[in-house]
């Protein structure tokens, strides 16, 4: 008998395992790498967001020149939800304000109390905490926001202290 040219059935059977293991290791680095690139990106815009909302809260806080009924008062803390009730020493922005955090939205906002559009500083927060500390008697009066965002582990923080002198804070 003449023998005759080409595969054997088992020879076919194992190129087509070896390329099959071939393309699923590819497939598995090309997903690994796309998902860290994913999560790189998020990462950063949360970072950016982050950024942003400490930015205007320190706006915010550092123009401190009072309560919500004026200069005269004392701005007004609140631990649940987190809220910071004061008004601004700025033109612009003279009105009361309410700076809030709600669990709800899982946002934080700026309030204008006098009807005003409220504005979102920045969503996505899974939690929020605002303090105050220092008196107006030793001039040390600080605030502090501090806020988790959705898929960040380390916390956005800043402390602000405000450029008027102001009567102690109130909290509740």
Do not use: H, W
């Amino acid at each position: 008998m003449r023998r005759q040219a080409g595969f054997t059935l088992i020879e076919l059977i194992a190129v087509v395992i070896i390329l099959g293991l071939i393309g699923g290791l590819m497939g598995f680095f090309i997903s690994t790498g796309a998902r860290g690139n994913l999560a790189a990106m998020q990462a950063e815009q949360n970072a950016q967001r982050g950024q942003i909302a400490l930015q205007r809260i320190s706006l915010e806080l550092r123009d401190m020149n009072g309560g919500p009924t004026g200069s005269a008062s004392a701005p007004l803390v609140a631990s649940s939800p987190p809220s910071i009730r004061y008004t601004s020493s700025q033109a612009a922005l003279s009105d009361a304000r309410t700076l809030a955090y709600s669990a709800g939205t899982k946002t934080i906002t700026i309030i204008p109390t006098d009807g005003g559009t409220p504005r979102t500083l920045v969503d996505g927060v899974e939690s929020c905490t605002m303090t105050t500390s220092g008196t107006s008697a030793t001039y040390d009066i600080t605030f502090t926001v501090t806020f988790t965002l959705t898929g960040t582990s380390a916390p956005f923080s800043i402390t602000v202290k405000p450029r008027n002198t102001i009567i102690t804070p109130v909290t509740s």
